[in-house]
């Protein structure tokens, strides 16, 4: 896997991707020399980034500005990643910008709401947050929940906040401001 670290309005972020597309990705949090050092680990190596990478890297400037964003098209590598976390993943690239869900709502589509804990582990171990957008899945009372990258569910409130959601409202609604 390659790697670089990019700024943004949001912060530094670190990207990983192989030939079969992006990674890993890291949230902004940490200081430059941790940024690299998590981003370079697991037998990762700096790199420079191909065409693909660089168009991902200015989808997230561009989301990080407070631009509507979709990243539903970026190409994954999810290998090594548990069956059910990937289906937990490939049902959230549905939900797009401003839009949220609940640990509870992805379980039921999973087949079964008492999955939700599962759920709940799935998106902590996202390896690309962001691009599959774990930070727009709340708790059941309309609550953040967690968030496992730096600065945790103040990282995810801030996303949120970015993207018009008013955390407490119900799922899958956003603030219009009026």
């Not at 500005?65 to 994954?76: H, K, M, P």
């Not at 976390?85 to 049902?91: F, Q, S, V």
């Not at 774990?134 to 996303?159: D, F, I, Q, W, Y």
């Amino acid at each position: 896997m390659e790697t670089t670290v990019f700024d943004t309005a949001l912060g530094t972020f670190g990207i990983g991707w192989t030939a079969d597309g992006v990674a890993r990705l890291q949230l902004p949090g940490l200081d430059a020399d941790d940024m690299v050092e998590w981003i370079n680990s697991k037998d990762a190596v700096p790199g420079e980034p191909t065409r693909a990478v660089e168009a991902v890297i200015n989808l997230i400037e561009d989301y990080a500005e407070g631009n509507v964003v979709e990243f539903r098209d970026v190409r994954l590598d999810l290998q090594g990643v548990p069956e059910f976390h990937r289906r937990a993943y490939e049902l959230l690239l549905d939900y797009g910008w401003g839009q949220t869900t609940t640990y509870g709502e992805l379980a039921r589509a999973l087949g079964d709401v008492t999955l939700s804990r599962a759920v709940g582990q799935a998106m902590g171990s996202n390896p690309i947050p962001l691009i599959i957008p774990c930070h727009r899945v709340l708790a059941s009372n309309g609550k953040t929940g967690g968030l496992s990258a730096p600065g945790g569910a103040e990282s995810k409130l801030r996303m949120l906040a970015l993207e018009g959601v008013a955390v407490g409202a119900p799922a899958g609604q956003m603030t219009f401001g009026f």
